[in-house]
């Protein structure tokens, strides 16, 4: 394993920031890595609802970045308190699917007496927690089990100590039998990369360049042993959970992204809903989480504190698939019935109030005319292929009125042509927004007939068409060019060759 325990690294030039360096946004929540590491550690702390004070000296053990490449299966942060004991450790798990999770391992004596901890320090440093296991990291594993760590402090006591790392992690089945042990250690005494010298540095380089970039294929070269030798069973994977982290967002995805949250804060706008909905989003930026409230009439009275929905959303499927449906609220209910959190893409705390929000919208929105430009052959094209050639699950007809009244119809929405979002985009998003909207769904609803569902094939084929058509117009330009010049020497009267042929006399022109 490693040597290093690197609490930070100062940016002291350009080779030191290429070869070896740390970087916030490897860690903790997806973005804000202005923040720093020690500003991501205090948000996570917070919103486990602990207070970042308790902890003042805290210390990472990872694998840094290395040649400007990092894998980390795991990462352990050693949180100690006043007195320089170590009071809690959060294990960060990565998975090879891009996702993640973090777990808060606590003292005893700064929890309840919840019967879930039992965590011992033992006097001589050794720091130990079982959890349950809610993370999809192991294909020949399913989602049910428990983890035990049996880690040693590395500066124990007090933060003086030699700096050894050995941590020990038991999965066990939902039998509680073990399946699995891994050992983090320490072999040999840690060293500073700061302070080694040009060549020690270069000498290091050439022993270790490697080891990060083949740990990914020698993960996928032992999962293949398992599978093809040991016949092991695989366990496909499952969406992650609320309090996991999905993997990064597509270029598509994130523009699907933008524009419904665009829709979502002008629904609370217009919304008599007496609840706010916290909106947290699993794409990086500014506004990763924000709160609509609906703006009703003041009264005199004075006004109640809404209660607030939590929608969160876990992975950024969530914008794939809703692109695909007609109603917005066909796709919300569906995700809401599954019997199963496997393949759930979001979690909402009060789905019945929620639900109601997005049908009261768009009852009346199907009966509104969308008029298509008839310049924007675009949006026509998508109308096309979505009343024509694509149809999702079948799905309930929708009433035009009150289930109540005798004069009701109904409507199979999956002819309606565009979507609620679409009319959106249409009518409220600036043209280059809905410009890019318009083709990101395009390019979907496309994929699902012409691409196995996964739109990167159109990408790459795309690609491929720009490029011959590239070579084809270079081999035109040049046969052109040919020609031309053909014509200007026939012209001069020069003698030229035409398949080995004295074609013309010096009399001859065009």
């Known amino acids: 394993m490693g040597k290093y325990l690197p609490s930070a690294v100062p940016k002291k030039s350009i080779f030191q920031r290429s070869w070896f360096g740390i970087q916030a946004s490897d860690y903790l929540e997806r973005g804000n890595e202005n923040l720093g590491l020690r500003g991501k550690l205090h948000g996570y ?5 602990e207070d970042a004070h308790d902890y003042p000296y805290a210390y990472l053990v990872t694998a840094p970045r290395f040649l400007g490449y990092s894998f980390n299966p795991v990462s352990f942060w050693y949180l100690y308190n006043e007195e320089k004991q170590l009071r809690a450790m959060i294990l ?4 090879t699917f891009d996702e993640r999770r973090m777990y808060l391992l606590k003292d005893s004596t700064s929890k309840d007496s919840d019967e879930s901890w ?3 320090e033992h006097p001589r440093g050794r720091f130990r927690d079982t959890w349950s296991k809610d993370f999809h990291v192991s294909p020949f594993n399913s989602r049910k089990g428990s983890y035990a760590l ?18 020990t992690i038991t999965l066990s089945s939902s039998k509680a039998q073990a399946k699995l042990i891994a050992r983090v250690f320490s072999d040999q005494p840690s060293i500073d990369p700061t302070t080694l010298g040009s060549w020690a540095r270069l000498r290091f380089i050439a022993s270790w360049w490697w080891v990060g970039f083949v740990t990914f294929p020698r993960i996928v070269r032992e999962a293949g042993k398992l599978f093809f030798r040991r016949k092991l069973h695989v366990w496909y994977r499952p969406e992650v959970l609320r309090d996991s982290i999905g993997r990064h967002a597509t270029e598509d995805e994130a523009t699907i992204e933008r524009t419904f949250r665009s829709y979502l804060r002008s629904l609370m706008t217009h919304s008599s809903l007496d609840h706010s909905i916290k909106y947290i989003s699993p794409i990086p930026s500014s506004t990763t989480a924000e709160i609509f409230t609906p703006k009703h009439t003041t009264s005199t009275e004075e006004p109640s504190q809404p209660q607030t929905i939590e929608f969160k959303i876990t992975t950024p499927l969530f914008y794939a698939r809703l692109a695909r449906y007609t109603l917005i609220s066909e796709f919300l209910f569906s995700e809401i019935l599954k019997d ?8 909402v705390s009060h ?3 929620f639900l109601q929000l997005f049908e009261e919208s768009e009852t009346n929105s199907l009966d509104q005319p969308t008029s298509t430009p008839k310049r924007l052959l675009s949006w026509r094209f998508l109308h096309w292929l979505r009343s024509h050639h694509y149809h999702h699950q079948p799905s309930s007809p929708q009433p035009h009125s009150s289930p109540s009244s005798s004069s009701s119809q109904m409507t199979d929405i999956r002819y309606l042509g565009f979507s609620q979002l679409d009319r959106f985009a249409m009518r409220h998003e600036s043209s280059d927004q809905a410009a890019r909207y318009r083709r990101t769904v395009t390019k979907m609803l496309l994929s699902d007939i012409v691409g196995f569902g996964h739109p990167e094939m159109l990408d790459a084929v795309g690609y491929v068409t720009r490029v011959m058509l590239s070579y084809v117009f270079v081999w035109g330009a040049r ?4 020609w031309w010049d053909l014509r200007q020497r026939r012209g001069r009267g020069t003698w030229v060759h035409y398949n080995g042929d004295e074609a013309w006399s010096e009399w001859e022109t065009w």
């Open 45 to 49: 702390l917070k919103s486990q609802g």
């Open 92 to 95: 960060e798990v990565n998975n």
């Open 118 to 120: 039992t965590i011992i």
């Open 150 to 167: 049996s880690a040693q402090d590395p500066f124990s006591p007090h933060l003086n100590g030699a700096c050894k790392v050995d941590n």
């Open 340 to 347: 199963d959190d496997k393949d759930r893409t979001f979690y």
């Open 351 to 353: 789905p019945r109030p």
């Open 479 to 482: 046969v052109i060019w040919e």
